[in-house]
């Protein structure tokens, strides 16, 4: 397994936004974290990457195991080596992701010399060969341009240009499409289809659109407020939701043919870090709570299919 | 459509931008010539990319902005032709509710004075009890309407945004992508809500948005458009796809359920600047069907009952 | 910016300890222009020519000047003058040019590019010129420092209103107000001043504290208040010439200055921090 997340809990002063999370990666998967804003999606990311300190965040317990290494308990010195060589991060807005004074090719040319150790030529074949793999026209005179000549699917392929440049084992996504037209975003999501097909590579990829999940991940880790709901392969997933938020949210996306009225979303808002409800957390928004989903926390439970549900009163029938 | 409430002509408009010590300007055309019928209580969906025209034509139709060219006609009055006092009095009954619901609320205003606005730009004061009812009507509490916008959930800020479209009573509202900014788990909720005010109020909406997933699932009809012109009109929501954008649009939009993956149709590229519009159809350039015809001409959308602007339509 | 919103805002700034030492000066200073005949048994214009260049005792806390006036009477009554010329003039400035930049920024077109083109002007020269060249024209005296302090902060003004009207002129609400068939007159007063205003008061606020200093550079050539009305600024030029005869005579006025404009500064700052809406939600 290349990335085991193991009962993960991220700290930031006195809350704990996010707790005991457990998911697994491996090579040439494609991993869905999904959930409303406020689910936590984007500290995973940013825990697994090491980038918490940034928002004055840590890793207050369990592990987060890349390639037999714990990197929760590295420090930064040794961590860096693993971030942007080994796992690569692309974030949502290829706008501020770019520098907007250097030339677009030296931006993704830096990465493999950094990294890689390659001189100034070899870099720059490797870069006209990637962005030429990535389905952009006429790379080299792309290589030459600044980041505002480019539309936004272009900027979003060159930031997963700069990603790939390293040849990471591992590529984070935080909704990398989100900003960008529907057919761009096709595009771009196919893109990273086949790209982890034909390099093993790994991709998590963080988005809260289940019509995403269902064209392109692998397995579904779902998250509500801070803490797993469900993780379990695309098709079971979606064939058979266990927890209520995950119909729920699958719910949200109207379909061909589905009739009107029948898109209803999901009562309630997402709570808030400094006041996540007792229990479990989705039972104010959720349609099978009772007394007990309002005092105990549900535990997480292991279904035939190697899937996780974390419900006292799961759909699907067969367990509870 | 025998008496449309709202019937835009051959709508342009043109944008002079730039232009200065060392720039020429240049004209840009948002809107080439849409011509469309909405009839009383129809729900009409616009879909189309980034740049396709699609907020501008909604704020011709308000008459937000003037046309270049073109003629608007709400309950048979010419829009265009309206002085300003009178166009004043015909906003009570047309409405808009924006995109962004954090910029679109004064961050001054409690929800009170929010909702008041309506009446006091026509130079009245809401009738006592109304403000309440508004709130009801889009499933607030009342409580909240000393409330100042910072203090409320992007959810509840496009609710009282709605209220806001509501407050005059009016028989048209444009939506202009509601929900876009919002969490899928609250656009639902929103898209319920205005489905049911409709069927309450008997509303007329003209919605915007670049899901045709969601357009789809709301409208009854839907216009698609593409740099500036519209490509296709789909009578029924459901209705299958003729023109190559729609259905490269179609293919775009991801069902929620890993049995129906899609293998993308061969659309690359991204749309062109409109700027410099290419000579024929403006979609050749990306469209897997294109022709020397394509382009060369540009097609006109064809008269039918499922009007199309293709020459090789599927 | 409602009243209840600045009153709660300058609320906050007083609890600050920056906020509140400078607030107690300006307290001080304001008060004491205000009660300056109750609070001096002295004259601020009779000559006591025996007590001349008295230093600083019991009966003349901050000691007496060539014609044996007592200093802090004379200080206390300085500050009147200097208040409430620079207040007075500030105020005028902002009023304008709030007037001038909201109009430019909301209409654009000719009137725009003309108040463009006369805040360019005036800010090619440093204020102190400008006043100057104003005072030659109208000529010595209190209502010549202030058109000249009010004019030479004009541009500064008009500028700030605009480029705020620019900004808030394409919010979304702005958009909502025309689409509800608001006037324009109703959008410039409910929507695009109120929320320029905070800026543009606490520009002002600070800017008095220049005036301050402006207004004594006046009187200090001798162009502002004419004797034998003190100024802080006419005060210092007296005692130039007598700088080691009697160095109370203008160390204790460029002390008032120099105190009053810190804490104008300071207190500037805190109501800066205290209206800053982003830091108020943060700590929510």
């Known amino acids: ?320 | 459509m025998a008496d449309p409430l709202i019937r835009a002509e051959a709508l342009v408009k043109r944008f002079q931008t730039g232009g200065g010590l060392l720039a020429r300007p240049r004209a840009m055309l948002a809107v080439r010539g849409v011509s469309m019928a909405i009839g009383k209580g129809e729900v009409v969906g616009v879909v189309g990319e980034s740049g396709c025209g699609k907020s501008t034509l909604a704020r011709l139709i308000l008459r937000l902005i003037e046309p270049t060219s073109g003629t608007i006609h709400f309950d048979g009055q010419d829009l265009t032709k309206l002085s300003r006092g009178d166009m004043r009095r015909m906003r009570r009954r047309m409405a808009m509710v924006f995109q962004d619901p954090y910029s679109s609320l004064d961050p001054r205003f409690t929800v009170a004075e929010v909702l008041a606005e309506p009446f006091r730009v026509q130079g009245e004061e809401p009738p006592a009890g109304r403000i309440a009812e508004l709130l009801g009507q889009v499933g607030l509490s009342e409580r909240l309407s000393a409330s100042y916008p910072h203090q409320m959930s992007g959810g509840q800020r496009q609710r009282i945004g709605i209220a806001r479209a509501l407050a005059q009573a009016p028989d048209f509202i444009v939506l202009d992508e509601p929900t876009a900014s919002l969490d899928v788990s609250i656009q639902a909720q929103i898209i319920a809500l205005l489905s049911e005010l409709r069927r309450e109020l008997g509303l007329t909406y003209l919605f915007i948005s670049h899901d045709l997933g969601l357009v789809r699932y709301f409208c009854d009809r839907v216009v698609v458009m593409y740099l500036g012109a519209v490509v296709e009109v789909l009578p029924k929501a459901d209705a299958p796809a003729r023109h190559p954008y729609t259905a490269a649009l179609m293919d775009s939009t991801f069902a929620p359920d890993p049995g129906q993956r899609k293998t993308l149709r061969a659309i690359e590229g991204e749309i062109p600047s409109a700027f410099d519009l290419p000579k024929g159809c403006a979609f050749a350039a990306r469209c897997p069907r294109a022709s020397d015809r394509c382009r060369a001409e540009n097609p006109e959308l064809s008269a039918t009952d499922h009007p199309v602007a293709c020459f090789h339509p599927l | 910016m409602s009243l209840k919103g600045t009153l709660n805002s300058i609320g906050r700034a007083l609890r600050t300890p920056k906020g509140a030492i400078s607030g107690a000066w300006l307290a001080l200073v304001v008060l004491g222009a205000i009660f300056a005949p109750v609070l001096t048994p002295y004259d601020y214009d009779i000559q006591d020519l025996p007590n001349a260049f008295a230093a600083p005792s019991f009966a003349h806390w901050l000691g007496t000047d060539e014609f044996g006036r007592d200093l802090l009477t004379r200080v206390l009554y300085g500050a009147r003058t200097s208040l409430s010329v620079s207040v007075l003039s500030i105020s005028v400035s902002v009023f304008t040019g709030m007037v001038l930049g909201a109009a430019a920024g909301y209409f654009g077109g000719a009137f725009d590019r003309a108040v463009t083109i006369f805040v360019d002007l005036t800010w090619s020269f440093p204020e102190i010129l400008i006043a100057l060249i104003l005072v030659a024209i109208i000529g010595p005296g209190i209502t010549g420092t202030m058109v000249a302090i009010a004019v030479a902060y004009l541009a500064q003004f008009t500028r700030l209103t605009r480029a705020q009207i620019m900004a808030i002129r394409s919010e979304t609400y702005i958009e909502a107000a025309k689409s509800l068939g608001a006037r324009d007159s109703f959008i410039l007063l409910r929507h695009l001043l109120p929320n320029s205003l905070a800026p543009v008061l606490v520009a002002g606020m600070l800017a008095t504290g220049d005036a301050i200093i402006l207004e004594a550079t006046l009187g200090f050539f001798g162009l502002g208040a004419q004797p034998p009305t003190p100024s802080w600024g006419s005060m210092m030029s007296s005692g130039s010439a007598l700088l080691f005869k009697a160095p109370w005579i203008i160390v204790f006025p460029g002390l008032a200055v120099a105190i009053t404009v810190v804490a104008i500064n300071l207190f500037g700052d805190a109501l800066i921090r205290a209206l800053d809406i982003k830091t108020r939600l943060r700590e929510a």
């Not at chain 1, 998911?23 to 090491?50: H, P, Q, Y």
């Not at chain 1, 590579?201 to 999940?213: C, E, R, S, Y």
């Not at chain 1, 709570?271 to 989903?293: I, K, L, N, Q």
């Open chain 1, 1 to 320: 397994m290349l990335l085991s997340v193991e009962n993960l809990g991220v700290r930031i002063g006195k809350v704990e936004p996010l707790s005991s999370l457990s998911f697994t990666l491996d090579r040439g998967e494609i991993l869905g974290l999904v959930g409303e804003s406020g689910s936590g999606k984007s500290l995973t990311a940013m825990a697994v990457t090491g980038l918490l300190p940034l928002i004055g965040g840590r890793i207050a317990e369990g592990a987060v195991m890349f390639d037999g290494t714990d990197l929760s308990k590295l420090p930064e010195d040794r961590l860096r080596p693993y971030r942007g060589k080994r796992i690569a991060l692309v974030t949502q807005n290829p706008m501020t992701a770019l520098d907007p004074v250097q030339r677009i090719g030296d931006q993704v040319d830096i990465m493999a010399r950094l990294h890689l150790g390659l001189d100034a030529k070899a870099a720059r074949a490797r870069t006209v060969e990637l962005l030429t793999r990535l389905r952009i026209p006429e790379a080299v005179t792309v290589c030459d341009a600044y980041p505002h000549q480019l539309s936004g699917g272009m900027k979003q392929r060159i930031v997963i240009a700069m990603a790939l440049a390293a040849e990471p084992d591992l590529i984070v996504a935080d909704e990398p499409t989100t900003a960008l037209d529907v057919t761009v975003q096709a595009q771009i999501i196919h893109i990273l289809g086949e790209l982890v097909r034909e390099r093993g590579l790994a991709l998590m990829l963080i988005t809260h659109d289940m019509g995403v999940v269902a064209q392109v991940c692998d397995k579904v880790a779902v998250l509500y407020a801070g803490r797993l709901a469900e993780t379990r392969a695309v098709g079971p997933l979606f064939a058979s939701p266990h927890h209520p938020y995950t119909t729920a949210l699958i719910d949200c996306i109207p379909r061909e043919g589905m009739a009107r009225g029948s898109l209803t979303g999901i009562p309630g808002l997402v709570p808030s870090v400094m006041s996540y409800p007792s229990g479990c957390r989705f039972h104010p928004r959720c349609p099978r709570a009772d007394a007990t989903c309002e005092r105990t926390i549900p535990e997480t439970r292991t279904l035939p299919d190697g899937g996780i549900v974390s419900c006292h009163h799961p759909l699907g029938g067969d367990h509870g």
